[in-house]
């Protein structure tokens, strides 16, 4: 078979063939399969980002139809110099970290009582779970109720533990709390199930070898197990951390940016400036000064939270 | 050219015009992130041939395996199963079987399905793929486990269904990844016996891939050894442990390994000092043309003897410092005051050479020697004794590149 | 490697996806709907009005008529979503929309809304509150019919009011009789006076209104802000006027009513200030008229027919307050593709039988002036009590002569956004009234300037 | 117990405390699970009470059911029919999103590609920006091709929206998963399409139905969009639902009976595939 040693000599037939069909389809065959979700991607991003890049540059009020005017950095000058702005940002912030940060505290704890069996877990983790599946409105309205000061549960608590009745959604000093408290009750258990998937995923030998080496179990959970979750704790604070900062629904229901200015977040102004001014230039503006303000964050928290494997 | 072509010149019977089970051509690899896995590989491999890639991790025998299986495609060079070219397609069109480490098992498909798959993907109709599970599970004893999942089996169990998978179809050649290292040493030998025994029956072009040299010397018909990528040699196991083509294959093959240390050779190449000892070297082992200078030793722990005979005709005075026993043998264990091999020659050699610094004088540096003893030699630690062997057996090796210079005897003396 | 391996070995149920899937496919609703017969498509506000029109005359229109009108009820600020994105699209999905009058000014700036002068004749124009129909139209153009007109009024607790025991220790306490207040004095005399005292087992305060941010505390301070002669903006709507003295003793009366409201006030909203007088817990209020059915209602309400209802006070003995107007009006969207259709159907809607028939059917009060001596209406008592249902109607007609609208420009939902932050501020004693109110001033003409 | 040995009759110190560590420990995720579910207790609570019930100022923890609320939710106020809405735009847009999202993750985690990483990132940031801000622009997209007012307005947005976490999550589970599983497939002679969908899928299952139950949860329960896309016709359930919050007055035990209608499908749901919840997400978001 001379032919078929004649195509091994280095660098012979196959090298043409590599613009062939076959080569191609071995080669792009495996990405092709992207292509429509990609192509859905684009199109339903790049239009709305293009527009709403296009949109904070002018000025334009829908109830003036006419009169859109090029505004330039007019819309993005006029909200870095507005107090109310910078509020937000500052009640935003208050908001996501001190949520997301106490979520995965009290989720880590959680999943620390959970991790190893007792008779009925499964059972109380059913319970347990149940509060990241309630719809964000019926959260909103179910708080709104419970702490209603009237007739709520809550205040029926706290007039029977002498505290009186304490108006959680109306005082300036309270709502955000209240509000944060409500978004810990919804989201830690999705924190508790991804630590305890973390903690799960711990190999037990070097648990083991911890212990073998005298270290106590405190010990061992912050020498060895808190690095050792690292990666998923970062997954899950970005995932929380994108979500918290989107927060609408809760707010939309309870308290609406009150009492005076405590819980006007990003995305409430943006709803403000938007649906209530009908002043999309503005609020496109607002867009994207939030997109780059989450973006930045959150993207600095996983820098901290990997920090030590990024210099690896 | 590499040393590896000069033996092959001298092989017989591999370029006598018969197809080629397999060959590589020219064969290159560089991954994305720039690594160098394979340089240019040039192998032929006989039909039915067992061929056995062995080298350390990393070099590149792996990713030899896996490129002849088509699961990775080679930067340069082509590769051609029973004379066919195969650069360019895909596992599915090579027509051959793959045994993994992890045996690769579907986890979700019982025993049965899992042997049955290949020949469904064929189409075959359920009759035939009946009778030939059947076949496959009778040849393996896996007949009681047909319906288990893989979870619910042994580790040896799973590697025979592994090997069942790959063999209830006759594919044009077996591929097989290191497939008996996740199994425990008495298990190992059994399965590498019954391996070579199904080849021996089936006569299929087999690739065996492993890190374990033993396992290289065991089963194949002839042994690759590959390191960073390149070819060091290709031969029968026996001629790798008698005539490496370099101090890398020769620190590589045998168990425990060979002893390395550093060197001079006198003038007119008669004399070799060693340990501060002159060795007098007849005229039938010195290396000609090689100048006077530094040069590398290598001499196998089984060429020591405890006591003076014919051989064993060169005396070495030691002083044990561990012993162990295998029963029949010991492993002496000693220090020698000369110079170790430089690390660089011998590096991911099993670490084949442990060279320790006894104080910080080069001088003064000393290297570890084992010498396998017969058990009657009653050494102790801490006791001088003295150990003998023969210039016959003494390795020599390029300083600079650790070449072969002169391999034990008898031999055929090396082109250099 | 086997032990990775190994997670992997578990059952799996994908099939359990596709079948629901398959099953939901299967169950899919209504889509493609057959367009044969014209259908109207309406959102309504999700009061009663708006549940009377969905479940009562829309299909008695269908009936008389063959035109579907698919009505959706929606939220306050979901209308205003809603309408604000159908017509940056110029979306026709929606012909009809109930709007709070105050929207009438951008919406119909926007030029989104279509003319509705030519569904009246003279003798509707004359019929219907001239007020409300001010509202309904922008450059005197109206594109608002309006369905529902409600004026502050203030309500008190009759039977706590005409308790002698009650009566006798107010006399006592602050040596004047116990009757209706005339005056904000008076008002806020009784308000100080109840707030904390205990009625039949339970602790009364001394009114409640809406506070919460948002349009609530906008709402409520307005009544003040006009009763005092006050107003929000100079006459072309070109700066905020809030720092005037009569706004500065407006809004001080008004932060001194707010501290004998009930606890968690400060986030009431229009339900909040309902449940407090259904419960009982409150001894006046200043509400929109239309609410008082809800008081009326055995089912949810302690204190059926116990609600009497008078004027919003004056500031003087003799004086006119100005009760701020709350009016819900309907328009035809400019996008509909069935535009007269949708105009015959609003007319409908508002025609004499239908004003009445809304009112009596527990809708909004009557547009009308005429509705409000129509007997069906003026002599319908409560189930199984003499108390006459529609007893505030007297009161509404007399309101609705010095009632007053917000601010009646496009910016008007923007501006009380703004503004409720720092009257609330002031609500609640975390700023003076006039250091709150110069806030306002310069957050009005900010947001003027864009 | 039983268990203790004749060989060690008296019970060690260890064993012992052992068992109170076990016993406080489940004491206090009693406690804690209890805490969590409390509002969701209150909420069906009130959904069984009637009438002025809800608002008496000393509530009752328990009360003889009542499902008239439940009938009413379903008689009064069509919430049956938004309810199902609800459901064929979840179990839609959550097939399509775990299609695409498959058909994009797969490849992403085990073809080699130039800006692998920077397509991720790409991917991910979608998410990030907040709903509010694309609202219009999505509208007009969606009413050049004449969707709105559509039931498929709502699939195509939610499938929008969920995508970016599906191929995140999807890419974790499908490089989580050893590749020389499906090369043996290949190299038995399996293509890909046949090795994804034989091999691969099953092998991922927990992962996707993990997946699967966060993307049906997030547009079951989203709002925003809800409110604003649908037509009369297409009204989701979490839409329905503020029905009942009137500016009159807010009918507690109504809404939480629609609350309660809302909540249970997905709760189910989670409880179902409560493993492949945990093990789906070590899988996936560990990696």
Not at chain 4, 255 to 282: C, D, E, N, S
């Amino acid at each position: 078979m001379p032919d078929s040693t004649a195509t091994l000599t280095r660098g012979a037939v196959h090298r043409s063939g590599r613009g062939g069909w076959s080569w191609f389809a071995r080669r792009y065959g495996a990405i092709l399969p992207m292509a429509p979700g990609m192509l859905f991607l684009v199109v339903m991003s790049i239009y709305p980002t293009i527009y709403s890049l296009v949109i904070s540059l002018f000025r334009w009020n829908l109830s003036d139809p006419t009169r859109m005017r090029f505004g330039g950095w007019h819309n993005f000058g006029l909200l870095l110099t507005d107090v109310t702005f910078w509020n937000a940002v500052g009640v935003t912030f208050k908001f996501v970290l001190i949520a997301v940060s106490l979520e995965l505290i009290l989720g880590l704890a959680i999943a620390l009582l959970f991790f190893q069996r007792f008779p009925g877990d499964r059972f109380l983790r059913a319970l347990l779970i149940l509060p990241m599946v309630v719809a964000p409105v019926v959260v909103g309205l179910l708080s709104r109720y419970m702490l209603n000061v009237q007739f709520g549960i809550i205040t029926f608590l706290t007039e029977a533990l002498g505290l009186g009745r304490i108006d959680f959604f109306g005082e300036p000093n309270l709502a955000l709390g209240t509000l944060i408290v409500i978004d810990i009750w919804q989201w830690t258990p999705f924190m508790f199930l991804i630590m305890l998937a973390a903690l799960q995923g711990v190999p037990e030998d070097i648990i083991e070898a911890a212990k073998v080496d005298g270290a106590r179990p405190v010990r061992i959970f912050f020498d060895h197990i808190l690095h050792l979750i690292r990666y998923p704790v970062a997954v899950a604070v970005a995932l929380r951390l994108i979500d918290a900062f989107r927060v609408y629904d809760i707010i939309f229901m309870t308290t609406r940016g009150g009492p005076i200015d405590v819980t006007q977040t990003l995305s409430w102004q943006i709803y403000d400036a938007g649906f209530k001014s009908l002043d999309i230039g503005y609020a496109a503006a607002y867009s994207w000064l939030m997109l780059i303000i989450v973006v930045a964050t959150v993207t600095l928290v996983l820098r901290l939270l990997l920090n030590e494997q990024a210099s690896r | 050219m590499t040393a590896y072509s000069s033996i092959k010149d001298v092989t017989p019977g591999v370029s006598d015009g018969k197809v080629a089970g397999i060959e590589f051509a020219a064969v290159n690899m560089t991954f994305a992130d720039g690594t160098t896995a394979l340089k240019s590989l040039d192998l032929t491999i006989e039909e039915g041939e067992f061929v056995v890639f062995v080298g350390p991790s990393g070099c590149g025998k792996s990713t030899a395996l896996r490129i002849l299986a088509g699961l990775e495609q080679a930067t340069g060079g082509t590769v051609a199963i029973k004379g066919r070219d195969v650069t360019d397609l895909g596992p599915q069109q090579r027509d051959i079987a793959m045994v993994f480490q992890s045996y690769a098992l579907y986890p979700h498909k019982s025993v049965y399905e899992n042997l049955a798959y290949p020949l469904r993907i064929r189409g075959l109709d359920k009759g035939t793929i009946e009778t030939a599970v059947a076949g496959v599970a009778d040849l393996l004893g896996l007949t009681a486990l047909l319906k288990r999942k893989p979870g619910a089996l042994s580790g040896g169990q799973r590697q025979r269904v592994a090997m069942g998978r790959a063999l209830v179809r006759n594919p044009e050649a077996f591929l097989m990844d290191e497939p008996l290292s996740n199994l425990d040493a008495a298990l190992r030998v059994e399965m590498r016996g019954e391996i070579k025994r199904l080849h021996r029956r089936l006569g299929v072009t087999t690739v065996y891939v492993t890190h374990d040299q033993v396992e290289a010397m065991t089963m194949g018909d002839r042994v690759a050894v590959l390191r960073g990528g390149e070819l060091q040699q290709f031969d029968a196991p026996q001629r790798l442990y008698e005539q490496p083509a370099n101090m890398f294959v020769a620190s590589f093959i045998g168990s425990p390994a060979i002893n390395l240390a550093m060197a001079a050779i006198g003038a007119e190449s008669s004399v070799m000092t060693l340990a501060g000892t002159e060795i007098g070297l007849p005229p039938s082992r010195r290396p000609e043309g090689h100048p006077a200078g530094p040069v590398m030793v290598g001499i196998r722990p089984e060429a020591f003897s405890y006591r003076r005979d014919l051989e064993h005709d060169v005396s070495l005075t030691i002083t044990p410092d561990l012993i162990e026993s295998l029963g029949a043998e010991l492993l002496v264990h000693f220090a020698l005051p000369a110079a170790p091999v430089p690390v660089a020659l011998t590096s991911s050699a099993k670490s084949a050479v442990s060279p320790i610094a006894l104080s910080g004088n080069a001088a003064e540096m000393s290297t570890r020697f084992i010498a396998k003893l017969d058990a009657r030699c009653a050494y102790a630690v801490g006791k001088p004794a003295t150990v003998w062997f023969s210039t016959d057996h003494l390795m020599l090796f390029e300083a600079a590149t650790g070449r072969t210079i002169l391999a034990s005897a008898p031999m055929i003396k090396l082109s250099v | 490697m086997p032990q990775n391996l190994k997670r992997f070995s578990f059952t799996r149920r994908t099939a359990t996806a596709m079948l629901l899937g398959a099953a939901a496919a299967t169950a899919l609703p209504g889509m493609g709907m057959a367009q044969e017969q014209v259908t109207l498509q309406a959102i309504f506000l999700p009061a009663t009005w708006g549940v009377v029109v969905r479940d009562v005359l829309a299909p008695q229109y269908e009936k008389e008529t063959g035109v579907k009108v698919d009505v959706q009820l929606v939220g306050r600020d979901a209308i205003h979503e809603k309408m604000a994105t159908l017509f940056a699209a110029q979306d026709p999905s929606f012909d009809i929309f109930n709007l709070d009058y105050s929207w009438i000014p951008e919406f119909g700036a926007g030029g989104h809304l279509l003319p509705l002068d030519d569904l009246l004749s003279e003798d509707d124009k004359a019929d219907l509150f001239k007020t409300a129909l001010e509202v309904g139209s922008w450059n005197g153009t109206l594109y608002g019919l309006p369905q529902t007109i409600h004026p502050h009024v203030l309500w008190y607790r009759a039977d706590l009011y005409a308790d002698p025991e009650v009566q006798a220790a107010y006399k006592a306490k602050t040596g004047s009789d116990l009757a209706p207040p005339t005056t904000m004095a008076e008002w806020l005399q009784q308000a100080a006076y109840f707030n904390g005292t205990q009625y039949e087992g339970q602790t009364i305060y001394g009114w409640a209104a809406q506070a919460a941010k948002g349009f609530g505390n906008v709402h409520t301070w307005l009544t003040f802000l006009y009763g005092y002669g006050g107003s929000a903006f100079n006459e072309d709507f070109s700066a905020s006027t809030l720092s005037t003295p009569e706004a500065i003793a407006a809004t001080k009366q008004w932060a001194e009513m707010m501290k004998y409201m009930p606890p968690g006030s400060s986030a009431f909203t229009y339900d909040d200030v309902t449940t407090s007088a259904q419960q009982g817990t409150v001894a006046t209020a200043l509400q929109w008229s239309w609410g008082a059915f809800a008081v009326d209602d055995p089912a949810s309400s302690k204190t059926v027919g116990d609600w009497q209802f008078v004027e919003v006070p004056a500031v003087e003995a003799g004086g006119q307050s100005h009760p701020h107007l709350a009016s819900w009006v309907i328009s035809v969207s400019k996008y509909s593709k069935h535009a007269d259709e949708a105009k015959k159907f609003t007319a409908w809607l508002e025609t004499k039988a239908n004003d009445v028939l809304q009112a009596s059917l527990g809708g909004g009060d009557p547009v009308r002036a005429s509705s409000y001596s129509d007997p069906t209406l003026t002599e319908a008592k409560l189930e199984g009590s003499d108390v006459l249902r529609f007893r505030r109607y007297d009161v509404v007609l007399k309101a609705m002569q010095n009632t007053k609208p917000r601010p009646f420009f496009p910016g008007e939902e923007a501006w009380e956004t703004v503004v409720s932050g720092p009257l609330q501020a002031i609500q609640l004693g975390e700023k003076s009234v006039e250091d709150g109110l110069a806030e306002a001033d310069a957050a009005v003409d900010r947001l003027l300037s864009r | 117990m039983i268990s203790a040995t004749p060989a060690m009759p008296r019970r060690s110190p260890l064993r012992t405390r052992a068992r109170i560590l076990t016993a406080t420990r489940a004491g206090a995720a009693l406690i804690v699970s209890l805490l969590f579910f409390a509002p969701i207790y209150w909420m069906i609570l009130t959904a069984l009470k009637s009438g002025n019930e809800a608002f008496k100022a000393t509530p009752s923890l328990i009360v003889w059911p009542d499902f008239e609320n439940f009938a009413l939710v379903f008689t009064q106020s069509n919430f049956g029919l938004a309810l199902s809405t609800s459901l064929f735009v979840s179990v839609t847009s959550t097939v399509l999103c775990l299609v695409l999202g498959a058909s994009i993750a797969y490849p992403l985690a085990r073809v080699k590609m130039r800006g692998q990483k920077h397509i991720a990132f790409w991917i991910l940031s979608l998410r990030i920006i907040p709903p509010i801000a694309v609202i219009i622009p999505l509208f007009l997209l969606l009413r050049s091709v004449g969707l709105t007012g559509s039931i498929w307005s709502l699939v195509i947005v939610y499938t929008y929206m969920n995508l970016p976490l599906t191929v995140w999550l999807l890419r974790g589970f499908f490089a989580d998963l050893p590749t020389e599983i499906e090369e043996a497939s290949f190299v038995d002679g399996a293509g890909r399409l046949r090795t994804f969908i034989g091999i691969t899928l099953p092998l991922t299952a927990p992962g996707l139905i993990a997946t699967a139950l966060l993307c049906f949860i997030f547009a079951w329960n989203e709002f925003l969009f809800a409110n604003i896309l649908t037509g009369a016709a297409t009204r989701t359930a979490p839409v329905g639902l503020t029905e009942y919050v009137t500016p009159v007055s807010v009918e507690w035990n109504k809404i939480m009976a629609a609350g309660t209608l809302v909540v249970l499908p997905v709760w189910i749901g989670a409880l179902a595939a409560q493993r492949y919840l945990v093990r789906g997400l070590t899988l996936g978001a560990v990696k």
